[in-house]
Every structure is written in C-alpha cells, then in structure tokens.
Nanobody, 126 residues
C-alpha cells in the first residue's frame, strides 16, 4: 500500500522560505515520478514541480522557476520542496503525489498521479 505523508507547511512572510517534506512508502516501480501540486482556495489543483525518482531530472512550473527546488533523498524515501522568496500568491494547500508511469508528456498532469498525500497548508502573508 502506497502512503505519502507531507509536513513542513506553515505561515511565512512574503520573501521568506519554507521546506516541505513528503515521506513515501510502498512504491515499488523503478520508473516513477514524484511531484508537488498545490490548490488555492476556490481554484483547481495545479502542477508545481516533479522529479524522476531514479535519475533526479527535475521539472518546474514557470511560476516557481528560480524560487522553488524539488529534490529527493533515496535512502530516506523522502521528497522535498525548498521554497524561497515566497509570494502571497503561493498560498495554497500543497500536495505530494506519485506517478508510477512517469510518461514525459503527462508529468505535469494531475490525472497522471495515482497516489496523493493529505496536503499541507502554506500561507504567505504579512
């Protein structure tokens, strides 16, 4: 059984930083991708970043390029999202997710991800 558990959310001032973590268990595929998505109140869930677990190749949404960094620790089966220079528009519930197939054309698609964590709230406000 796949389980994803996020942590690290909270309240931060604009320009501040946060690091999210996602502890994963039960994933058996060798070719999966793990990503971060976010959903602001009243809006659809959107892609933030993803990483191919085996080789570490990263992909980002344009809105977070240069500010966010996705990484993983294979030994700990943990996914991270380092968020710097946070803006009020980054406020959302952040979810980690796993895509067992990791097809290139759908890496940023919500529908491609089979497994989801429960989400962690990030609020950027002064």
């Amino acid at each position: 059984q796949v389980r994803l558990v996020e942590s690290g959310g909270g309240l931060v001032q604009p320009g501040g930083s946060l690091r999210l973590s996602c502890a994963a268990s039960g994933l058996t595929s060798n070719n999966y991708a793990m990503g971060w998505f976010r959903q602001a109140q009243g809006q659809e869930r959107e892609f933030v970043a993803t990483i191919r677990w085996s080789v570490g190749r990263q992909y980002y949404a344009d809105s977070v390029k240069g500010r966010f960094t996705i990484s993983r620790d294979k030994a700990k089966s943990t996914l991270y999202l380092q968020m710097n220079n946070l803006k009020p528009e980054d406020t959302a519930v952040y979810y980690c997710a796993a895509d067992p197939g990791a097809i290139q054309s759908t890496l940023s698609s919500v529908r491609a991800y089979e497994y989801w964590g429960q989400g962690t709230q990030v609020t950027v406000s002064s």
